[in-house]
């Protein structure tokens, strides 16, 4: 079965510091990866998508960007945090199927302070 | 374009009576649809998905969806609502296009004792 690990799970970072987030998925190949953001009252908002490995999409233009150096893991990052980018970011991952589900991590908690 | 409206934002229920979640769907064609729910600071766990094979879905712990063409409705049922079905559900079509998915602005259920 599939199995999609996110880290960490909390995080607290100053402003203007770096970011890195990792989202791995085990028991699949070539699936393809999202990177959502659900900030309080917002709903959730796709970032990121990634049909490959170095084929990453943006949906929005921010201060974050993403990358997929292998196969089945998937990095969210930024250079400079701001405090909009608080919120709780989750990976998902869909297979080739034809109905389109996605299947979600556990999420990472990010609040810049 | 699809869409999908969540037409309560908060549902409140006693423990051991039904509950019902309304969703309507807006499409040109014959939808993928999904109900996800998600726990407090967890990810979004699939409940059940609607993919034209039949129009009465069942899904897990007990929740089932019924598609209405006619209605263009996607509601989420459970006849005895439980103290661990307090959470948030989204009512979720799948993009035509490019198979991205567009949430709704998600329903919060409460479960009283």
């Known amino acids: 079965s599939q199995t999609i690990h996110q880290w960490p799970a909390t995080l607290v970072q100053p402003v203007g510091s770096p970011l890195s987030l990792e989202c791995t998925v085990e028991?699949?190949?070539?699936?393809?990866l999202y990177w959502y953001r659900q900030a309080a009252g917002r709903g959730l908002q796709l970032l990121f998508y990634?049909?490959?490995?170095?084929?990453i999409s943006s949906e929005v233009p921010q201060n974050l960007s993403a990358s997929r150096p292998q196969d089945r893991q998937f990095i969210l990052s930024s250079k400079k945090l701001l405090l909009s980018d608080s919120g709780f970011y989750l990976c998902?991952?869909?297979?080739?199927?034809?109905?389109?589900?996605?299947?979600f991590g556990p999420g990472t908690r990010l609040t810049v302070t | 374009a699809q869409s999908v409206t969540q037409l309560d934002s908060h549902v409140s229920v006693s423990e051991g009576t039904p509950v019902l979640l309304r969703c309507n769907y807006s499409?040109?064609?014959?939808?993928?649809l999904f109900w996800y729910v998600q726990h407090p600071n967890k990810g979004l766990q699939l409940l059940l998905k609607?993919?034209?094979?039949?129009?009465l879905v069942k899904g897990i712990n007990g929740f089932e969806a019924e598609f209405k063409k006619s209605e263009t409705s996607f509601h989420l049922t459970k006849p005895s609502a439980h103290m661990s079905d307090a959470a948030e559900y989204f009512c979720?079509?799948?993009?035509?296009?490019?198979?991205?998915?567009?949430f709704g602005a998600g329903t919060t259920v409460t479960v009283r004792a």
């Open positions: 028991g699949t190949s070539n699936p393809n």
């Open positions: 609607y993919t034209s094979a039949a129009t």
């Open positions: 979720v079509v799948r993009r035509a296009a490019d198979y991205k998915l567009s």
């Open positions: 990634s049909v490959g490995i170095g084929q």
């Open positions: 998902a991952w869909r297979f080739g199927t034809a109905f389109g589900e996605q299947y």
């Open positions: 499409s040109s064609y014959s939808p993928s």
